[in-house]
């Protein structure tokens, strides 16, 4: 990594001037509140303020500066290798309104851009799935198979723009990729306009799903309106009940400028390799920027995340060559058990309470889409795609039963079994053993504690039980961040809330009593 590295904050939030927002305060009233200011919320804001209705949007932290400040911003209907499983689990006519909706979706955004003259670097591009062992070829075929049935202009291919050699790999054309917060800010500037207001640093704690509903926030500020959309990425305010049906996972992406020549002009994943997604940005001085993704994992599971950096950015160098990584940073996304995203009303709250979310890693199509269907609902219009999203549904449960299982299996695991291991207690071994940049969880008066010592030599501790549901949390070495294996809240090392569902920050505890 050379000394210029740009850590944490993604290339996007660093190259767009978002508007800023004042927090909530007092009681107010809207048609619609929006929970969550990403490309779901802002999406689904702006199709309604365009309809007439009254709009609030409320995000916890910056507008765009969570999941969708940190994607890869692909705009494409090709979703890795999904048509070939939609065809087999859900049956063709799902997988063909899959095709239609993506699709319609990604039209949709090139709509918007023109209608209100967005300049966001929307650019035109072939996407692929790519494999570079021949063990996946039996399976790129049938995918491309899939993906041509369901309505996509897809084919089978073995030469793509890549400057090493694949074996195969599905090709869709006319797909396209964009720079999302400029995007999403051009967005905003059309909702103000129409009467829409947003508020930033307003965490919503509080549902209640009456008529009208009414949202309560950490700093006792509220807002009542007709209906609710919870766009919060994984949802909060539902019971656990669609957290049983979501699996979380973490993806590390590094950046740099490319040299001239190796442009791949596409839109690029493969499942090898620990997965590797690829695609190019335009740079201010007319070169390209890389941006590559991969290393998945699940956060809060120990992973050694700046080892992974490392394999990423070894891979970049040997396929780009030239290459050097500027700029890194994660991206977090989750995933349904039976794969399709979840996107309508919300289970077991009134009929006037809306959710979106389980994108699998496509939530820039999929976020647009969301605005769409839920602007709809809320419309009193019927579901364009016919309830193909529907969080309720119950249609696939048993051919999705394995997925679903193994993901509540995963999440008792962790429940019991890290508790089990967190049996230090704090007085001669984990905490004096801990270096600068080191973090660990012991156990100190009985209970659970993550303590972390930074640069400086200083030790903090904070309760290692996450205030959602009560698994413990692991340390992200590379972040420096508490993470949650169950689903996937996040946390600074002081304890501050940085990614929900969890609404509340970790107890600080006093690292003194662990010396």
């Not at 030469?159 to 917060?181: N, S």
């Not at 690829?278 to 920027?289: H, I, M, N, W």
């Given at each position: 990594?050379?000394?210029?590295?740009?850590?944490?904050?993604?290339?996007?939030?660093?190259?767009?001037?978002?508007?800023?927002?004042?927090?909530?305060?007092?009681?107010?009233?809207?048609?619609?509140?929006?929970?969550?200011?990403?490309?779901?919320?802002?999406?689904?804001?702006?199709?309604?303020?365009?309809?007439?209705?009254?709009?609030?949007?409320?995000?916890?932290?910056?507008?765009?500066?969570?999941?969708?400040?940190?994607?890869?911003?692909?705009?494409?209907?090709?979703?890795?290798?999904?048509?070939?499983?939609?065809?087999?689990?859900?049956?063709?006519?799902?997988?063909?309104?899959?095709?239609?909706?993506?699709?319609?979706?990604?039209?949709?955004?090139?709509?918007?851009?023109?209608?209100?003259?967005?300049?966001?670097?929307?650019?035109?591009?072939?996407?692929?799935?790519?494999?570079?062992?021949?063990?996946?070829?039996?399976?790129?075929?049938?995918?491309?198979?899939?993906?041509?049935?369901?309505?996509?202009?897809?084919?089978?291919?073995?030469?793509?723009?890549?400057?090493?050699?694949?074996?195969?790999?599905?090709?869709?054309?006319?797909?396209?990729?964009?720079?999302?917060?400029?995007?999403?800010?051009?967005?905003?500037?059309?909702?103000?306009?129409?009467?829409?207001?947003?508020?930033?640093?307003?965490?919503?704690?509080?549902?209640?799903?009456?008529?009208?509903?009414?949202?309560?926030?950490?700093?006792?500020?509220?807002?009542?309106?007709?209906?609710?959309?919870?766009?919060?990425?994984?949802?909060?305010?539902?019971?656990?009940?669609?957290?049983?049906?979501?699996?979380?996972?973490?993806?590390?992406?590094?950046?740099?400028?490319?040299?001239?020549?190796?442009?791949?002009?596409?839109?690029?994943?493969?499942?090898?390799?620990?997965?590797?997604?690829?695609?190019?940005?335009?740079?201010?001085?007319?070169?390209?920027?890389?941006?590559?993704?991969?290393?998945?994992?699940?956060?809060?599971?120990?992973?050694?995340?700046?080892?992974?950096?490392?394999?990423?950015?070894?891979?970049?160098?040997?396929?780009?060559?030239?290459?050097?990584?500027?700029?890194?940073?994660?991206?977090?996304?989750?995933?349904?058990?039976?794969?399709?995203?979840?996107?309508?009303?919300?289970?077991?709250?009134?009929?006037?309470?809306?959710?979106?979310?389980?994108?699998?890693?496509?939530?820039?199509?999929?976020?647009?889409?969301?605005?769409?269907?839920?602007?709809?609902?809320?419309?009193?219009?019927?579901?364009?795609?016919?309830?193909?999203?529907?969080?309720?549904?119950?249609?696939?449960?048993?051919?999705?039963?394995?997925?679903?299982?193994?993901?509540?299996?995963?999440?008792?695991?962790?429940?019991?079994?890290?508790?089990?291991?967190?049996?230090?207690?704090?007085?001669?071994?984990?905490?004096?053993?801990?270096?600068p940049g080191e973090g660990t969880v012991v156990r100190a008066g009985g209970k659970p504690c993550?303590?972390?010592?930074?640069?400086?030599?200083?030790?903090?501790?904070?309760?290692?039980?996450?205030?959602?549901?009560?698994?413990?949390?692991?340390?992200?070495?590379?972040?420096?961040?508490?993470?949650?294996?169950?689903?996937?809240s996040r946390f600074g090392i002081d304890g501050e809330l940085l990614q929900g569902p969890a609404?509340?920050?970790?107890?600080?505890?006093?690292?003194?009593?662990?010396?």
């Amino acid at each position: 990594m050379n000394q210029s590295l740009s850590t944490g904050e993604s290339y996007w939030t660093q190259t767009a001037a978002m508007p800023s927002f004042a927090p909530l305060s007092g009681s107010s009233e809207a048609d619609v509140a929006v929970v969550g200011g990403g490309i779901v919320g802002i999406s689904t804001a702006w199709e309604l303020a365009r309809s007439g209705k009254r709009v609030a949007v409320l995000e916890a932290g910056d507008v765009a500066g969570g999941v969708t400040g940190h994607t890869t911003a692909k705009l494409t209907a090709l979703h890795t290798a999904v048509y070939d499983t939609l065809r087999s689990k859900h049956g063709r006519d799902a997988a063909r309104r899959y095709a239609t909706s993506q699709s319609s979706a990604l039209r949709h955004v090139i709509e918007v851009c023109e209608e209100l003259g967005i300049e966001c670097e929307l650019e035109s591009r072939p996407a692929f799935t790519y494999c570079e062992e021949s063990e996946g070829i039996d399976a790129l075929r049938a995918e491309a198979d899939a993906a041509r049935e369901a309505g996509l202009n897809a084919s089978f291919v073995t030469a793509t723009g890549l400057p090493f050699p694949v074996v195969g790999a599905v090709r869709v054309e006319d797909q396209a990729q964009f720079h999302p917060l400029k995007y999403l800010s051009g967005l905003i500037g059309d909702i103000v306009a129409r009467g829409g207001r947003l508020y930033e640093n307003t965490r919503v704690t509080e549902l209640d799903d009456g008529h009208p509903c009414r949202l309560t926030t950490d700093s006792g500020a509220s807002m009542t309106a007709e209906h609710v959309v919870v766009a919060t990425h994984h949802p909060v305010f539902d019971n656990a009940l669609l957290s049983t049906r979501l699996t979380q996972h973490r993806d590390l992406v590094i950046a740099g400028p490319l040299p001239d020549g190796q442009d791949p002009e596409g839109l690029y994943i493969t499942q090898e390799n620990g997965k590797r997604s690829v695609r190019t940005a335009p740079l201010a001085d007319g070169r390209r920027l890389l941006i590559v993704t991969g290393q998945a994992f699940t956060p809060g599971t120990g992973e050694d995340t700046e080892a992974g950096y490392v394999r990423l950015q070894d891979w970049a160098e040997q396929r780009f060559p030239g290459f050097r990584t500027t700029h890194r940073w994660a991206a977090q996304d989750n995933s349904s058990t039976d794969t399709l995203p979840l996107i309508g009303r919300l289970p077991a709250k009134s009929d006037n309470v809306y959710v979106a979310t389980g994108f699998a890693g496509w939530g820039m199509t999929g976020g647009v889409l969301a605005g769409m269907i839920i602007a709809a609902l809320v419309r009193g219009d019927e579901d364009p795609w016919g309830g193909l999203y529907k969080p309720g549904r119950v249609g696939s449960a048993a051919r999705s039963a394995p997925t679903f299982f193994k993901a509540q299996w995963d999440v008792a695991k962790h429940f019991v079994g890290d508790r089990v291991d967190a049996l230090g207690d704090g007085t001669d071994g984990p905490v004096e053993d801990l270096r600068p940049g080191e973090g660990t969880v012991v156990r100190a008066g009985g209970k659970p504690c993550a303590v972390h010592r930074d640069d400086e030599g200083t030790l903090h501790a904070v309760s290692a039980v996450c205030t959602h549901l009560g698994c413990l949390v692991a340390f992200n070495n590379a972040e420096r961040t508490w993470e949650c294996p169950c689903h996937g809240s996040r946390f600074g090392i002081d304890g501050e809330l940085l990614q929900g569902p969890a609404l509340h920050a970790l107890e600080r505890r006093d690292p003194t009593d662990l010396l």
